[in-house]
Structures are given as structure tokens and as C-alpha cells.
């Protein structure tokens, strides 16, 4: 059983080799996949000062045992971002330029300055708020370039006015005391907008935390994802969406997971320490029917298996459902999958029309290893260790991370196989190789 000792260690060791690798945005920041909440799975635009201060409470106040009998918080386990979402605005309080042909009618939350308006019955004080946050050690999230209000495409009618409003999004930011932020895509169809906000941003003395949320747009720089790991600027952000917008739906998950694979490249990965391929908040808790918890245990092992952000998405502040998932969420072998680095990001290896098998390189030349069955029916299911790239001539150590227990050894050159995986399930290991 992986004591908590033995997940420091291995995150020690995941340290040491990430001053190894080439870098990305260079603000120091995201040097593992950044960990979380953040308000839209939960909330949408229905988001407000009250509900996120119960929701930073939520993530530092309340302990549970988790499977080597200690008690933790959410925070404890390293979800240590809350981030406000898109639904902080006064929508059409700002300046307008009357054009039919603009959405919202040409209305803005912009006043002529450049200032962006925030709702102040919704959010009194986000200084206050971000206040809050840090005295409980949480780093805050916030959210630009939003969707709600569309006013993306009246800012463009006015370059000039565009500009001050960039520079505006990004005081507010700071003023605010923020450390991260999500910038969403809508309206900024060419990313000119999304690249003179990070110009502002890069400009500033504090390292700001920066999602480009794109919805996998891979036209390349600025606005598209990293294509190319040895052109300037070739991620001026720490993660970015590899897909569109996540739904609590196991197709939608297998989708999204499907769109992580172009950023996997054996030699040259363009999902890295600093620059991370993301396929959205995670919807653990939030799937409905008889599979909710069987699909959130296979949807939040993918999302380690390929180094994603972990971004909690449902609500936390509800006892009995964080309860539920809480052996999930809080498993450290799984956590630990997701964090190591150890020059590569992980991979799928197999898919066939029923079931799909994943990888990921750990310390030692082990392997993280995730089958998932994606069909209706149980699958039995095999895959030899030599194209999980373990060739060590001796026997194979075999571990659990659902179960939290040591399997019986594999031969050498041999096969791990699971048989009857129900469906949407998963089996989650690790595979090393001894002496």
C-alpha cells in the first residue's frame, strides 16, 4: 500500500527531472499539471461571491480518511486552485455601438475607458474575494474574454478601444490579486485579442497561471495550440484545451480523450512540464444513471494517464456527492500517475472497437497502464509488455491503483490481461520491471 511518504517520494523525483526538460511559457509555473475547481461544470453563469467562498471552505475545512487511513482535505490532496468562471460581468452595462449586425446588438460590459464592469450585486469585492481565498492559501482563478456577454466582437469595431480594454481585462486581474486565468475564445476568432492580453501579462513582475481555452483550435500560435516545440513563442501559455466544451456524458469524455493524441508525440511531446494538453474540466460526480460512478472512476484515470489538469467540476460543497466520489478523487497512486514527469506525457497504445489501452512512462522504466472498455458489454482484454516499451528480461511487478493492492507478478516478456471489464470500466496499474 503507497503510503504518503512514498507519494512524496515520488513527487521528489518527479522534481529532479523536470529541471531537465525544455521549457514553455517562462513564468515558472505548471511544472506539473495544476489541480483544482473551477465554477462552470458546477454553476455555469449562475456564479457569485457567497457561493465561492463556501466552495474555498469546502476545499481546506473538511477532512476525510482517504485509503491509508489519514485524513485530508480536498486541498491537502493538492487541489489548491479555485477559479470564478465565465458569469462576473455586468452584461450590456458598458458602452455600445449600435450595429444590428453585432451580437448583443453592439452592447459591451466595457465602459469607454477600456474598464470592464463587474456585477456588483453578484460580486461585491473580488479583491475581498481573492483576499478570502489566499488566507486560506487557495491561489484564485478568474475568467476573460467572455461568453456570456459576447461583447468580443463589439470591441473589434473599435481597434483603439479594443486595445484599452485588453490592457483593462488584465488590471482588473491584478488589481484583484488573481494568480491564474482562463481566457475563453469566443469572438477573439483570431486571436488577436488572446495575444495582446498575454503581451500585457507577460509584461507584469507577478507569473500569472494562463489557460488558453481555445476549444482545441490547432491553427498554432498565438491563438491555436503548440505545433511546433522550436518556434517563438510556441506556447505563451501553461495548458491549453485540446477539444471543445466537456459534457457529462461518457461518449463526450471519450471524445475529449481522443483529442489529447496529437499532442503525444514519442520524441517530441507538445504536452509538457509548463504547457499542458487539457481536454476540459473533469465531470466526476456530475454523470447521472446506474454508471455514474464507474464512469467517473474511468474518466478521472484518463485524465492522469495523459497528464491533464485535474479541474474538478462538480459541487463540492455537497457532502454526500464529494463522499461518493471521495475514493476516486482522492486516490494518491492516481495523483501520482498525473504528476510524474518523466519525459513524456503518456500515449494510447491500443484501441480497438470495444475497449482502448494507455500508457505512461514512470520512474524506473516502469509504465502507468489504463484499459478502458468503451462498449456495452464485458470485454476480456491483453496487451505484452513489449509494446508498453518494457523490455527488462525479468519478471513484471503488477499493482492495482484502484485497489490499492500488488498483483501477481507477470513472466518476463509476458502479457497483462483483464478479463470481464464491465462496461465504461476501467483497470488502472502500474507495470515495473524487476531485476
Known amino acids: 500500500m503507497m503510503m504518503r511518504s512514498q507519494f512524496c517520494a515520488v513527487l521528489l523525483g518527479v522534481a529532479s527531472m523536470l529541471f531537465m526538460q525544455p521549457s514553455a511559457l517562462e513564468n515558472g509555473l505548471a ?43 480536498l486541498f491537502d490532496l493538492g487541489f489548491t486552485h479555485v477559479g470564478v468562471d465565465d458569469g462576473w460581468q455586468a452584461c450590456e452595462t458598458g458602452r455600445t455601438i449600435p450595429d444590428k449586425h453585432l451580437p448583443n446588438n453592439g452592447t459591451s460590459f466595457h465602459d469607454d475607458s477600456g474598464k470592464p464592469l463587474v456585477n456588483a450585486t453578484k460580486f461585491p469585492s473580488l479583491k475581498s474575494l481573492v483576499d478570502y481565498g489566499h488566507s486560506k492559501n487557495v491561489s484564485m482563478g478568474w475568467y476573460d474574454n467572455n461568453c456570456i456577454c459576447m461583447d468580443e466582437y463589439t470591441l473589434r469595431a473599435d481597434a483603439v478601444w479594443a486595445q484599452k480594454a485588453y490592457l483593462g481585462d488584465v488590471q482588473l486581474l491584478l488589481d484583484a490579486g488573481f494568480d491564474s486565468v482562463k481566457i475563453d475564445n469566443c469572438g477573439d476568432d483570431d486571436g488577436s485579442g488572446f495575444k495582446a492580453r498575454i503581451a500585457h501579462i507577460k509584461a507584469q513582475s507577478k507569473p500569472i ?49 481522443q483529442r489529447t493524441i496529437p499532442y503525444q508525440d514519442l520524441h517530441d511531446p507538445l504536452s509538457r ?24 472512476r474511468t474518466h478521472f484515470g484518463a485524465w492522469c494517464i495523459v497528464s491533464s489538469p485535474l479541474i474538478l467540476g462538480l459541487d463540492v460543497t455537497s457532502g454526500p456527492l464529494v463522499d461518493e466520489v471521495w475514493p476516486i478523487i482522492s486516490n494518491l497512486e492516481a495523483h501520482a500517475v498525473n504528476q510524474a514527469w518523466f519525459g513524456h506525457p503518456g500515449r494510447q497504445v491500443l484501441m480497438t472497437e470495444s475497449y482502448q489501452i ?53 513472466p518476463p516478456r509476458g502479457e497483462w490481461s483483464v478479463q470481464d471489464l464491465g462496461s465504461h470500466d476501467s483497470a488502472f496499474v502500474t507495470l515495473t520491471p524487476q531485476p
Open 31 to 73: 511544472r506539473t499539471p495544476p489541480r483544482g475547481w473551477r465554477s462552470w461544470n458546477c454553476d455555469h453563469g449562475d456564479v457569485n461571491d457567497t457561493a465561492i467562498r463556501k466552495v474555498i471552505d469546502a476545499m481546506v475545512s473538511r477532512k476525510r480518511v482517504i485509503h491509508d487511513g489519514s485524513s485530508m482535505t
Open 209 to 257: 497561471l494562463v489557460e488558453n481555452s481555445n476549444q482545441g483550435n490547432e491553427g498554432g500560435p498565438p491563438r491555436g495550440n503548440p505545433n511546433n516545440t522550436l518556434a517563438p513563442g510556441w506556447c505563451d501559455f501553461n495548458f491549453y484545451r485540446s477539444g471543445g466544451d466537456i459534457g457529462p456524458d461518457f461518449g463526450n469524455i471519450m471524445a475529449k480523450l
Open 273 to 296: 512540464p509548463g504547457c499542458w494538453a487539457y481536454p476540459d474540466m473533469l465531470e466526476v460526480g456530475n454523470f447521472r444513471g446506474p454508471l455514474n460512478l464507474t464512469e467517473s
Open 358 to 410: 494507455w500508457a505512461k512512462p514512470l520512474a524506473h522504466g516502469s509504465q502507468a497502464v489504463l484499459a478502458i472498455n468503451t462498449g456495452a458489454a464485458p470485454v476480456s482484454l491483453s496487451v505484452a509488455v513489449t509494446q508498453l516499451n518494457i523490455t527488462a528480461p525479468g519478471r513484471v511487478a503488477v499493482r492495482d491503483l484502484w485497489t490499492h493492492t500488488t498483483l501477481p507478478d507477470l
